[in-house]
């Protein structure tokens, strides 16, 4: 009877112990699963997240290059602009020295010949003293019709010719000039600004 109860006793140590075992085993094996688990959901967390930091990457990168590229448009245009503006100041101040009182005579003569109707000449109030008796003179001779002389204050430099009651007016004055000539230079500006970008 001992024996039995000693195998009784061994049983139930053993039957208590693989129980223990078996839901060790279970415990364990749940932790292993739940730290599984929580291992995939951080690791799909850090996946999201990189994934989400190399998009605002790249757009961030996209709009610093656009950014990049409008500053460099700007730049250029206003380099251009700077460009265009000191080459009509240039033009401007040759035009200037060019529209002597000869230079403004010949110019008068040569247009003289395609006017049949009343001309008025506008210039500048030291023009006009200086040049009135050539133009109701020598310029009134090869004209088709009256001759008057204006000063404008307008005027600095060079002369404009009103036809028509001053409806319509050819601008020889020192802006227009320069305009004009500046006019013919902007395509090359462009180029010039066009192949710099492009260097």
């Not at 001309?119 to 019709?145: H, P």
């Amino acid at each position: 009877m001992a024996e039995d109860l000693k195998s009784l006793m061994d049983r139930i140590q053993k039957d208590a112990c693989d129980k223990a075992e078996t839901e060790a085993a279970a415990i364990v094996a749940k932790a292993k699963e739940k730290a599984a688990e929580i291992v995939a959901a951080a690791e799909a967390e850090a996946k999201a997240k990189l994934e989400k930091a190399d998009k605002d990457a790249e757009a961030f990168t996209e709009r610093s290059e656009r950014t990049l590229e409008q500053s460099a448009r700007d730049l250029l245009l206003t380099v251009g602009k700077n460009l265009e503006k000191m080459i009509l100041d240039v033009l401007s101040l040759q035009v200037e020295k060019a529209l002597s009182e000869d230079t403004i005579k010949q110019m008068l003569l040569s247009l003289a010949k395609g006017y049949t109707s009343d001309v008025a000449v506008a210039l500048s109030e030291a023009d006009a003293k200086k040049l009135s008796s050539f133009v109701v003179g020598e310029f009134a001779k090869q004209v088709q019709g009256g001759v008057t002389v204006e000063s404008e204050t307008g005027i600095k430099f060079g002369f404009r010719v009103k036809l028509d009651g001053g409806k319509v007016s050819h601008e020889f004055t020192k802006e227009a000039m320069a305009e004009a000539l500046s006019a013919i230079l902007r395509p090359q500006i462009a180029k010039v600004v066009s192949a710099a970008a492009k260097a």
